[in-house]
């Protein structure tokens, strides 16, 4: 017969494994993937093959998807939303789709006249990105992080490699060496307060897509306001 002992380790080392599974595959999506299929779009030019529609929306929705079934076989009580949240999840949507609305005022405007299609894809994009960063992110990493550390250090860490991550870090490098340190300030700010915000709504709604749903609104708003 098996000792106590034996049958409380075999859980522990599931879980260990399956934080790492998660952890190299948040790393995999963050660093050969998104530097070759998800290149920081304001540093491109406006030929560069990033732009091609509907080919950009096929791989965002082509990420997003496999990121889902990753979660689902890592952390499948992540992607369950309680009915008692609903409320809470259509006002923040609400909410980051007028804030980032306010932002992008002018341009959101002109996007009208792009034609229904590209509006739409752009649109979509942009919801699909900001729904992959979070099931990366407040997904993933954190909750692999969250399984081996503390609530307070695993948040920390998530947001740190969310500012540093080529996911912006990128663009903030581009900012230093044109010494525009003021506009660096503003963004390393922003990411900070938009990832603890996000951060926020993932700790007290357990799970992911509270915050992936958010984020993607206010991720499309901006995306078919700048792009389309």
């Known amino acids: 017969m098996k000792s106590d002992v034996y049958n409380v380790k ?11 599974v998660a ?32 080919l950009r929306l096929v791989i965002e929705l082509t990420l997003v998807v496999v990121l889902l079934a990753i979660i689902r076989f890592c952390y499948p009580t992540l992607l369950k939303i309680k009915r008692t949240q609903l409320s809470m999840l259509a006002g923040s949507m609400l909410a980051s789709a007028l804030l980032f609305g306010l932002l992008e005022t002018e341009q959101l405007l002109h996007s009208f006249s792009a034609g229904l299609w590209l509006w739409l894809a752009w649109f979509s994009s942009g919801f699909c990105i900001g729904i992959g960063q979070e099931l990366l992110y407040r997904g993933l990493l954190f909750t692999s992080l969250q399984r081996h550390t503390s609530l307070g250090l695993a948040t920390a860490m998530t ?10 870090s990128l663009r903030l490098w581009h900012y230093l060496q044109q010494e525009q340190f003021t506009i660096v300030a503003m963004l390393v700010a922003i990411y900070i307060g938009v990832s603890l915000l996000f951060q ?5 709604s357990s799970n992911v897509m509270v915050p992936a749903l958010v984020h993607g609104v206010g991720n499309a708003v901006t995306w078919v306001a700048v792009f389309a």
């Open 23 to 54: 952890i190299l595959v948040f790393l995999l999506m963050e660093l050969p993937i998104r530097l070759v299929l998800q290149p920081d779009p304001w540093l491109l030019e406006a030929r560069h093959w990033y732009f091609n529609q509907p």
């Open 159 to 168: 947001t740190i490699l969310f500012v540093i991550a080529p996911l912006h």
């Open 200 to 204: 926020w709504l993932r700790n007290h």
């Open 10 to 20: 075999q859980p522990d080392r599931r879980s260990g494994l399956i934080a790492l």
